[in-house]
């Protein structure tokens, strides 16, 4: 509910209950909108005399917004650690906050000691789902940039592996292989989180070219932006020969979930019992 001016009118049910409890909080900053409420909440949770309090966010939203190239340039993701650096000390100390697959690892450090951040990420859940398709054994894992490759390529280390890269040709930005082969696997391609596609695609196109098999996608964050998601739906049951056979998202994004439900080739690998586990700590 809102008052009259749009604000939001906010009420935290059977709030002494929470005395002496551990209190979690999952939050969803989906869109600026909606971060404001959510943090009225979340700031005052804390100052209920609880045991604990631990702030879930799955998805760091301006985690890709972590840089700046010239004099002018805001950091919004530093702006944002701000912010959740300055939730209440609750009566356990400081707030735990479990963020997945953050964009940028280095991150970490926008953080103050006001809390406790821990980054978790949803890799286990993908080697899980690639253990149960058939011919597991001959799956490679791709990654579109040096980055993605040493932000995960530790964790997939008993596939076997091929980096891309971007070169520039002129006005344009090229996907190469920089190494290892495509040829004759199932190759699945490996990153954070994905806006447009657009180098997803590149990736695929360079891949099949160099034999690969079949090609899926996985990334932890589907933010798909302006429903780019639209670009990797196979519209119909013939000429998929440049399609992905799988596109593996986590519910990390719920908008993007609701809307990719049933459509192939997505499959949602749900966080609920990664965060359960975290939980438990």
């Not at 059977?14 to 409420?37: K, M, T, W, Y």
């Not at 009566?91 to 991150?107: F, K, M």
Request: hydrophobic share 45%; proline share 6%.
């Amino acid at each position: 509910m809102n008052f009259d001016d749009g604000f939001p009118n906010l009420f935290i049910n059977n709030a002494e209950d929470l005395r002496g409890q551990h209190v979690a909080f999952l939050a969803c900053f989906s869109s600026p909108g909606v971060i404001f409420e959510q943090l009225s909440v979340i700031y005052a949770l804390p100052r209920l005399f609880v045991a604990s309090f631990t702030l879930v966010l799955p998805f760091f939203p301006t985690g890709s917004f972590e840089r700046m190239e010239e004099e002018g340039d805001v950091a919004t993701a530093f702006t944002m650690a701000r912010i959740l650096s300055n939730i209440p000390i609750s009566r356990g100390g400081p707030t735990s906050l479990v963020i997945y697959d953050i964009h940028a690892l280095q991150e970490r450090f926008y953080f103050g000691d006001q809390v406790l951040p821990l980054f978790v990420t949803g890799i286990p859940l993908l080697k899980q789902r690639l253990l149960q398709l058939p011919e597991s054994d001959k799956i490679a894992v791709a990654f579109p940039d040096d980055g993605a490759w040493k932000r995960f390529h530790k964790l997939l280390d008993h596939f076997p592996m091929v980096v891309c890269v971007k070169v520039r040709e002129g006005d344009d930005r090229i996907v190469r292989i920089k190494e290892g082969n495509p040829a004759g696997c199932h190759v699945v391609i490996v990153d954070d989180l994905v806006q447009s596609g657009g180098t997803l695609i590149e990736c695929q196109k360079v891949l099949a070219a160099h034999g690969a098999a079949k090609v899926s996608a996985y990334v932890t964050h589907g933010v798909f932006p302006k429903r780019s998601w639209e670009r990797f739906a196979h519209k119909n049951e013939g000429g998929m020969e440049n399609a992905f056979a799988y596109f593996w998202i986590t519910d990390s994004c719920p908008h993007t979930v609701k809307a990719i439900t049933n459509k192939r080739p997505f499959e949602v690998l749900s966080l609920a019992g990664s965060i359960a586990d975290v939980l438990l700590i």
